[in-house]
């Protein structure tokens, strides 16, 4: 089955300053790359996806770029906010993650310091 | 405005009781599913359904059961409670809408299940 790795487990950075978390993923065939984040106490929420068709994409501060050949994704959040703050897990998913549900990462804290 | 719920927040359970987790979600998705999330894990799939009276294993069922007998309604059964099956468990669902490949999958706010 798929394997999802996330880096870094925890992230600290300045307020304004940039975030960048990092996955790979194992099988070739996976073709659907979500973002979600969980704010404490609260369930995780889909911030930004990607599809396997696409190398980028991007959504006001947030952006997601995938390279297919490398097998790996990452998140970039520019000017950091403090409601950044939240643990983020990356996944993916062979078949779309309808019905078949999804391979998360590990997660990332994210922790936004004034 | 979407919505996932779970019967209770927080749970405390004894060692080989039979505890039920319910899932409502009242924006007529046909999938649901059933994590757990620990810490350094992340979250893992236990079961989902695509329809009612449908299941299927996810990567770790052992130790659970699940039901669905209405559409809105998601059940994950602990048969006998054990110690290692205290966690987060998080409820989703998500559309099988014609034409949408990649479905967003809406999550409930959890239940913090401890089981002594």
């Known amino acids: 089955g798929e394997n999802v790795e996330q880096h870094p487990s925890t992230l600290s950075v300045q307020e304004g300053d940039s975030a960048v978390i990092k996955c790979t993923y194992s099988d070739s065939a996976s073709n659907y790359f979500p973002w979600y984040k969980q704010e404490l106490g609260k369930g995780p929420q889909l911030i930004i996806d990607i599809r396997s068709n696409v190398g980028e994409k991007k959504d006001q501060r947030i952006a997601v770029t995938l390279n297919k050949t490398a097998k790996h994704f990452s998140l970039h959040i520019t000017e950091t906010q403090p409601e950044d703050s939240a643990v983020y897990f990356c996944?993916?998913?062979?078949?779309?993650?309808?019905?078949?549900?999804?391979?998360f990462g590990k997660g990332t804290h994210l922790i936004i310091q004034p | 405005d979407v919505k996932v719920t779970q019967s209770s927040r927080y749970l405390v359970k004894r060692t080989g009781e039979k505890v039920f987790l319910e899932c409502v979600q009242d924006m007529d998705h046909e999938n649901m599913f059933w994590y757990r999330q620990d810490p350094g894990l992340g979250l893992r799939l236990i079961y989902f359904?695509?329809?009612?009276?449908?299941?299927e294993k996810g990567d770790i069922p052992e130790g659970y059961s699940v039901s669905r007998e209405k559409k809105e309604r998601f059940s994950l059964i602990l048969e006998s409670a054990s110690t290692n099956q205290t966690s987060m468990y998080l409820c989703?669902?998500?559309?099988?809408?014609?034409?949408?490949?990649?479905?967003?999958?809406?999550f409930g706010p959890g239940t913090r299940l401890t089981v002594l």
């Open positions: 996944a993916a998913s062979i078949e779309g993650g309808g019905a078949d549900g999804l391979t």
């Open positions: 989703a669902s998500s559309s099988q809408s014609a034409g949408v490949i990649y479905n967003e999958q809406f």
């Open positions: 359904s695509y329809d009612v009276k449908m299941k």
